[in-house]
Every structure is written in structure tokens, then in C-alpha cells.
């Protein structure tokens, strides 16, 4: 892969449990762009880099789990 041309952050989201979760644009010198999700939990880090149709999967299962929720 290509170097990293730019990274720009999204959002920084407090989750249960002591959890902060960032996004983060991450554009690529070749045109690839993707997202990274990084799970912060005390001393450790999770990230996981998310393409379009990641993307896009997530989305379908989030939107379809959260009309299922009580407001």
C-alpha cells in the first residue's frame, strides 16, 4: 500500500464501559480511502481500517438493529 497522505479525525465517541471509540479518515497517496475505528479500552487499543462496502455492511446492520430499539 501507499503512504498515508492525510489523516482527519471524525469523532471521538464515549461507549459503555469505559470505552472511547475514534474514527478517523484516512486517505491513501494511490486515491484508497478508508475509515479507521480505534477501540481505546484502558492501555489498550483496537483498530480496525474499514473499506466502502465495509462500510456500508456495517450501516445496513446498524440501521436495521436501531428501528428494532425502543426510543
Known sequence: MDDIEQINELAQI?????????????SYDNGFNLIRLRIKEGK??????????????????FSTWLSKQAT
Open 44 to 61: 489498550r487499543f483496537t483498530d480496525m481500517d474499514l473499506d466502502v462496502n465495509t462500510v456500508k455492511e456495517l450501516e445496513t446492520v
Open 14 to 26: 464515549d461507549a459503555p464501559y469505559g470505552k472511547k471509540i475514534t474514527l478517523n479518515s484516512v
